[in-house]
């Protein structure tokens, strides 16, 4: 069994201990979450588990050959390749076996003993690639792409042509193509749609390595993981059982840490009225200063902030007819591509619609139409009465006043009511301290993203138009959004890859893909085991396709380098052959002779040496079996290399 062991990282950056004395073990059968609040570290711990920065001490070992893998969350970089030669980087492992294999081919046709041992290794290097699958990496490196959704098209054009989410799924594809025995992947579900979700998925549940992951997606790591690591405060402790189970234990610790809190801080409000009672007073100096001393020894309990409890609720929702939208005979083209023909549909008050499906499906298209942001259409989207919409769009944060503080921005939309428990709701969208003081312009994408929410969620509506409101928040900020809108009384359109969030909220699904919108009047499990049933039935129909199809038209699609590959292979393998036949007749006659010499009677008549003679014999046939079997195994080859 491969074992990884991590022991002892720490690293600092300048006065900020990023990881104190991180430590654990992974074995092929591992599948472990990595969880803790953004900025804990996470992606910092993988990238010293994989070589990409060093920290300032560690201890990591694996087992002899064992090798890692790791998909960073950003700083994707690609090569200037197509799509299918960026994926198919992931064999690079290769590399070096097929250098030798042209300097063995050059040294073979030199003739002597020197060539055939270059013959006799060529063969190895050959063995090897076979066995390794090497030589069938054509339909393995396609069956990924186009499980993450790219298509038999895509494969040809330059990585570099696509957008950053899927050049991240290129990026996928070369990881997953590596094989690795231990497999770190961080954020690996961010851009992918729902389809890719699921394929991607399955893929793991069968991969037979170690696997660690940091995602946000709780779905995604229920049903994937059986273990979760918590990093906080740069110590990382291990939760058995899914990330659900890891947040009921760990609610039942963050109960007794709140109890522990509330009582250091009464012990430490006592203890700093004492020090201001008698800090002038002679007589109690010696008390003070043991007092003063013990305060600045305390260790100050800490509630982890991605686990506390997050509290927001929309403004009351203004009442609106029960016909919230009518869509009638809608369509939509961009140049000769043709999103909606002649699409109806109604939505009702109170409903939550989750619109989801591959990505360039016409998603977002359809939620600007649904906001009169994109009024460039044929048809009708009529507003019932007393309808007022909120949207928010991924590019919201184009909106924002960069010379704004972030408290400010918050507070230039909201009531009054609100204003005095701003500094709350903004921590409950991760601004906290003194994060409210920075300017908007100087925020990342991500914390704009999040501010722009914000803003959307306070503005009094009765309608609100969500495009991946999800993106950018941590799993708790996600469930205090997800118990907001349970709890909202409008209605809501909302757009999302987010499977957890979409099964906890949605009372109705929209799915797009190319065979155009397809309603789901049912749950969440029941929308996912339809899809499930339609990718299984495209794929066996691919199969069955691809079995009918001709001898003539599969060796069309054998690659030039595949086909010199093939034929220098047959010659390998006729040698080992003929070497395998003169040896095999060598051993035949040496087996004669002893025969010959057994059947004499000064031997079989002499206990000693009819022994020694037939322990000769048994091993000298066991031999000749052994490299009967490898003539055989080199024959067969040779013929299947032929066909």
Same mark, same amino acid.
């Given at each position: 069994?491969?074992?990884?062991?991590?022991?002892?990282?720490?690293?600092?950056?300048?006065?900020?201990?990023?990881?104190?004395?991180?430590?654990?073990?992974?074995?092929?059968?591992?599948?472990?979450?990595?969880?803790? %609040?953004?900025?804990?570290?996470?992606?910092?711990?993988?990238?010293?588990?994989?070589?990409?920065?060093?920290?300032?001490? =560690? =201890?990591?070992?694996?087992?002899?050959?064992?090798?890692?893998?790791?998909?960073?969350?950003?700083?994707?970089?690609?090569?200037?390749?197509?799509?299918?030669?960026?994926?198919?980087?992931?064999?690079?492992?290769?590399?070096?076996?097929?250098?030798?294999?042209?300097?063995?081919?050059?040294?073979?046709?030199?003739?002597?003993?020197?060539?055939?041992?270059?013959?006799?290794?060529?063969?190895?290097?050959?063995?090897?690639?076979?066995?390794?699958?090497?030589?069938?990496?054509?339909?393995?490196?396609?069956?990924?792409?186009?499980?993450?959704?790219?298509?038999?098209?895509?494969?040809?054009?330059?990585?570099?042509?696509?957008?950053?989410?899927?050049?991240?799924?290129?990026?996928? &594809?070369?990881?997953? @193509?590596?094989?690795?025995?231990?497999?770190?992947?961080?954020?690996?579900?961010?851009?992918?749609?729902?389809?890719?979700?699921?394929?991607? /998925?399955?893929?793991? $549940?069968?991969?037979?390595?170690?696997?660690?992951?940091?995602?946000?997606?709780?779905?995604?790591?229920?049903?994937?993981?059986?273990?979760?690591?918590?990093?906080?405060?740069?110590?990382?402790?291990?939760?058995?059982?899914?990330?659900?189970?890891?947040?009921?234990?760990?609610?039942?610790?963050?109960?007794?840490?709140?109890? &522990?809190?509330? $009582?250091?801080?009464?012990?430490?409000?006592?203890?700093?009225?004492?020090?201001?009672?008698?800090?002038?007073?002679?007589?109690?100096?010696?008390?003070?200063?043991?007092?003063?001393?013990?305060?600045?020894?305390?260790?100050?309990?800490?509630?982890?902030?991605?686990?506390?409890?997050?509290?927001?609720?929309?403004?009351?929702?203004?009442?609106?007819?029960?016909?919230?939208?009518?869509?009638?005979?809608?369509?939509?083209?961009?140049?000769?591509?043709?999103?909606?023909?002649?699409?109806?549909?109604?939505?009702?008050?109170?409903?939550?619609?989750?619109? +989801?499906?591959?990505?360039?499906?016409?998603?977002?298209?359809?939620?600007?139409?649904?906001?009169?942001?994109?009024?460039?259409?044929?048809? +009708?989207?009529?507003?019932?009465?007393?309808? $007022?919409?909120?949207?928010?769009?991924?590019?919201?944060?184009?909106?924002?006043?960069?010379?704004?503080?972030?408290?400010?921005?918050?507070?230039?939309? %909201?009531?009054?009511?609100?204003?005095?428990?701003?500094?709350?709701?903004?921590?409950?969208?991760?601004?906290?301290?003194?994060?409210?003081?920075? $300017?908007?312009?100087?925020?990342?994408?991500?914390?704009?993203?999040?501010?722009?929410?914000?803003?959307?969620?306070?503005?009094?509506?009765?309608?609100?138009?969500?495009?991946?409101?999800?993106?950018?928040?941590?799993?708790?900020?996600?469930?205090?959004?997800?118990?907001?809108?349970?709890?909202?009384?409008?209605?809501?359109?909302?757009?999302?890859?987010?499977?957890?969030?979409?099964?906890?909220? %949605?009372?109705?699904?929209?799915?797009?893909?190319?065979?155009?919108?397809?309603?789901?009047?049912?749950?969440?499990?029941?929308?996912?085991?339809?899809?499930?049933?339609?990718?299984? !039935?495209?794929?066996?129909?691919?199969?069955?396709?691809?079995?009918?199809?001709?001898?003539?038209?599969?060796? !069309?699609?054998?690659?030039?380098?595949?086909?010199?590959?093939?034929?220098?292979?047959?010659?390998?393998?006729?040698?080992?052959?003929?070497?395998?036949?003169?040896?095999?007749?060598?051993?035949?006659?040496?087996?004669?002779?002893?025969?010959?010499?057994?059947? @004499?009677? /000064?031997?079989?008549?002499?206990?000693? !040496?009819?022994?020694?003679?037939?322990?000769?014999?048994?091993?000298?046939? !066991? /031999?000749?079996?052994?490299?009967?079997?490898?003539?055989?195994?080199?024959? /067969?080859?040779?013929?299947?290399?032929?066909?």
């Amino acid at each position: 069994m491969r074992t990884l062991q991590v022991q002892s990282v720490n690293l600092a950056f300048g006065e900020r201990e990023i990881l104190k004395n991180v430590g654990f073990t992974m074995d092929e059968r591992t599948r472990a979450a990595l969880a803790g %609040a953004n900025g804990s570290g996470k992606s910092t711990l993988l990238k010293v588990i994989s070589g990409s920065i060093s920290p300032d001490s =560690s =201890s990591i070992s694996m087992t002899r050959g064992a090798r890692v893998s790791y998909l960073p969350q950003s700083d994707i970089v690609l090569p200037e390749k197509s799509v299918y030669e960026a994926a198919e980087e992931g064999y690079r492992r290769f590399d070096p076996i097929i250098a030798e294999i042209k300097e063995l081919e050059e040294r073979t046709s030199e003739g002597g003993k020197e060539a055939m041992n270059a013959a006799e290794r060529l063969s190895e290097c050959h063995e090897l690639l076979s066995d390794s699958g090497y030589y069938e990496r054509k339909p393995r490196i396609e069956s990924i792409l186009f499980g993450l959704g790219f298509t038999k098209k895509d494969l040809t054009r330059q990585a570099r042509e696509f957008s950053g989410g899927y050049q991240m799924r290129i990026a996928l &594809a070369r990881i997953l @193509l590596e094989d690795p025995d231990f497999l770190f992947l961080d954020e690996p579900t961010n851009y992918l749609d729902i389809e890719a979700m699921i394929w991607l /998925e399955e893929y793991l $549940k069968a991969f037979d390595g170690g696997l660690m992951v940091v995602s946000h997606d709780q779905g995604f790591l229920d049903d994937m993981v059986t273990e979760v690591y918590e990093l906080f405060n740069g110590k990382l402790t291990r939760y058995a059982g899914n990330y659900s189970a890891y947040l009921v234990k760990r609610d039942e610790e963050i109960k007794e840490i709140e109890k &522990a809190y509330k $009582k250091q801080q009464e012990e430490i409000e006592k203890t700093e009225a004492f020090i201001e009672r008698f800090r002038y007073k002679a007589t109690k100096s010696r008390q003070v200063q043991s007092r003063i001393k013990a305060l600045d020894k305390m260790e100050m309990i800490e509630i982890p902030a991605h686990l506390r409890k997050l509290s927001f609720s929309f403004p009351p929702a203004p009442h609106s007819g029960n016909d919230v939208l009518v869509v009638e005979k809608l369509s939509k083209s961009y140049g000769d591509n043709r999103m909606y023909s002649d699409f109806s549909f109604l939505v009702k008050k109170g409903e939550r619609l989750a619109i +989801t499906g591959r990505n360039g499906a016409g998603k977002s298209t359809l939620l600007r139409m649904l906001a009169s942001v994109d009024n460039d259409y044929q048809g +009708t989207i009529r507003d019932g009465a007393g309808v $007022k919409k909120a949207y928010f769009a991924q590019d919201t944060e184009n909106t924002l006043t960069p010379s704004n503080t972030v408290l400010e921005e918050a507070e230039s939309l %909201a009531d009054t009511k609100d204003i005095p428990n701003m500094r709350n709701l903004l921590g409950a969208f991760l601004f906290s301290d003194d994060d409210v003081f920075k $300017k908007v312009s100087v925020l990342s994408g991500g914390e704009k993203s999040r501010l722009a929410l914000l803003k959307i969620l306070l503005h009094p509506s009765n309608l609100l138009l969500l495009d991946e409101p999800t993106n950018h928040l941590d799993i708790n900020a996600k469930d205090m959004l997800e118990r907001a809108i349970k709890a909202y009384g409008g209605t809501v359109i909302f757009v999302s890859h987010d499977r957890h969030f979409i099964k906890n909220l %949605a009372t109705r699904i929209l799915y797009l893909s190319e065979d155009g919108p397809e309603f789901f009047d049912g749950d969440y499990s029941y929308f996912e085991y339809k899809i499930a049933e339609k990718e299984k !039935k495209l794929a066996e129909e691919s199969h069955t396709k691809k079995k009918e199809s001709s001898p003539s038209q599969e060796k !069309k699609e054998v690659s030039r380098e595949e086909a010199n590959q093939r034929r220098n292979r047959l010659k390998s393998l006729e040698r080992t052959a003929e070497k395998l036949l003169g040896e095999l007749d060598s051993l035949t006659e040496e087996l004669n002779r002893l025969n010959e010499k057994i059947a @004499l009677p /000064e031997n079989y008549s002499d206990a000693a !040496k009819i022994t020694k003679l037939m322990a000769e014999k048994e091993k000298l046939e !066991k /031999e000749i079996e052994e490299k009967e079997n490898e003539w055989m195994k080199a024959t /067969e080859e040779a013929e299947e290399c032929r066909e």
